[in-house]
């Protein structure tokens, strides 16, 4: 069963800066396109970043500049860069892998509570 678990969530006052970590297991991590997505309360879940195999990488206008994504294929992990945050990053995280090719599958983690205090 393909797991993926998020790491690296808390609790940041505004400006400050935290990295998310993402480590998947039982799936060829380096083939799958991994994304970080967010989930405010009240509001629906939300893309901030994603990076294909290739290295190819898109952000969320309200992230860029502020956050870098990128991947470790030898460790099986996706990592978030988040500077200079604010209070409306505040959220729970949550990595996805995604098939690039072929049949369609997705996979979540159970997410990491990010917040930032003002």
């Known amino acids: 069963q393909v797991q993926l678990v998020e790491s690296g969530g808390g609790t940041v006052q505004a400006g400050g800066s935290l990295r998310l970590s993402c480590k998947a297991s039982r799936i060829i991590f380096s083939v799958y396109t991994m994304g970080w997505y967010r989930q405010a309360p009240g509001k629906p879940r939300e893309l901030v970043a994603a990076i294909t195999s290739g290295g190819s990488t898109n952000y969320a206008d309200s992230v860029k500049g502020r956050s870098t994504i990128s991947r470790d294929n030898a460790k099986n992990t996706v990592y978030l860069q988040m500077n200079s945050l604010k209070p409306e990053d505040t959220a729970v995280y949550f990595c996805?892998?995604?098939?690039?090719?072929?049949?369609?599958?997705?996979?979540w983690g159970q997410g990491t509570q990010v917040t930032v205090s003002s």
């Open positions: 996805k892998a995604e098939t690039e090719i072929g049949a369609k599958y997705n996979y």
